[in-house]
């Protein structure tokens, strides 16, 4: 268990529907990371927060949001899915925003858009 | 967005074996380099992961080789068991900057260790 919890663990929904996929880091962790992992993109960086701030982000459409609390939890937003979306979502966070310091993934949560 | 570029798909080895992983990368601001493990139905897990000032770095029955000047990496599994049977991920993220840790992956290998 890597500390990193993450609901729901399934999500089925239909096309042009809006989830929100939730995220809690390990205590004591500043900073969370989501991926996107699908058969044919793999595991893709979607966008960064540290400490409730944006830090960076990857590959993420503008359809999807995401935010961090001041409790350091984060969701993410996916709005008028499509059934491209449908892929495993992983959330990671490790203390700091730095490349040396471990990321913790949790279970993820899969999304099915049918 | 910078590529890391990860053979073979997938790799079946027989217990005992010594299965390679090679990973490779385009972008030379890269300077931290981790592989990850994956079991089904879980998250990647931090398996072990390398500097550039190191050409390589042992943990178990894990090792990880680099060639900066290739800029090639890649892992070693010595006296493989079933139990590694996963999906192994190479890695590479940036220490400084805007994208600083975020991790840019290989697509996996699928590793199957027989008995």
């Known amino acids: 268990d890597s500390g990193v919890t993450q609901t729901p663990k399934h999500l089925i929904t239909a096309t042009g529907q809006r989830v929100t996929l939730r995220c809690s880091p390990r205590?004591?962790?500043?900073?969370v990371y989501w991926y996107q992992q699908s058969l044919d993109q793999g595991l893709q960086f979607l966008i960064q927060y540290y400490n409730g701030e944006e830090r960076a982000k990857g590959n993420i459409l503008e359809r999807f949001s995401a935010q961090q609390f001041p409790d350091l939890h984060s969701e993410l937003n996916l709005s008028s899915l499509e059934l491209g979306d449908s892929a495993l979502y992983f959330c990671?966070?490790?203390?700091?925003?730095?490349?040396?310091?471990?990321?913790?993934f949790g279970p993820g949560t899969r999304l099915t858009v049918l | 967005q910078q590529q890391v570029k990860q053979s073979p798909q997938s790799l079946i080895v027989q217990k005992g074996g010594i299965p390679i992983i090679n990973c490779a990368y385009e972008?030379?601001?890269?300077?931290?380099f981790p592989w990850y493990q994956q079991f089904p139905g879980k998250g990647p897990a931090l398996l072990i992961a390398i500097r550039p000032d190191v050409s390589e770095k042992k943990e178990g029955r894990f090792t990880i080789s680099f060639n900066k000047s290739a800029k090639q990496f890649s892992l070693h599994i010595m006296d493989s068991q079933p139990g590694d049977s996963a999906t192994y991920f190479c890695a590479a993220s940036i220490s400084q900057g805007g994208s600083q840790g975020n991790l840019i992956f290989g697509k996996g290998t699928k590793l199957s260790v027989k008995p």
């Open positions: 972008n030379t601001a890269f300077d931290y």
């Open positions: 205590s004591g962790d500043l900073s």
């Open positions: 990671a966070s490790s203390v700091v925003a730095d490349s040396y310091n471990e990321q913790f």
